[in-house]
């Protein structure tokens, strides 16, 4: 099993940033993509951004490329997520995930076995 405990989140204005980090523990050595999800009340899981573990390939929606970064501590097995020009609309609960599954699609929330609690990022206007 792996667990994954986020923190990082709170409140920002429109405009600033803030650092979400990730921290796994437990069977790291399955890991082969880790990524971060983000849901608002009432809606489905949406993806954010993701890396592959041991290549350190990163991918974003669009809706935030450009403004947010996924980077990892391998040796501390820490993700993290780099928030800057936050919006409103970024709003919600993040999610850090994890799979085993290294190839393919990394935006689907169902290919992700592991989650962790979500921490709320609330950004005001």
């Known amino acids: 099993q792996v667990r994954l405990v986020e923190s990082g989140g709170g409140l920002a204005q429109a405009g600033g940033s803030l650092r979400l980090s990730c921290g796994a523990s437990g069977r790291t050595s399955i890991i082969g993509t880790m990524a971060w999800f983000r849901q608002e009340s009432g809606k489905e899981r949406q993806f954010v951004a993701a890396?592959?573990?041991?290549?350190?390939?990163?991918f974003y929606a669009d809706s935030v490329k450009g403004r947010f970064t996924i980077s990892r501590d391998y040796g501390a097995n820490t993700v993290y997520l780099q928030m800057n020009s936050l919006k409103p609309e970024d709003t919600a609960v993040y999610y850090c995930?994890?799979?085993?599954?290294?190839?393919?699609?990394?935006?689907?929330?169902?290919?992700?076995?592991?989650w962790g609690q979500g921490t709320q990022v609330t950004v005001s206007s």
């Open positions: 995930a994890a799979r085993s599954g290294v190839y393919g699609p990394p935006s689907g929330h169902y290919e992700y076995g592991y």
């Open positions: 890396i592959r573990w041991n290549e350190d390939t990163l």
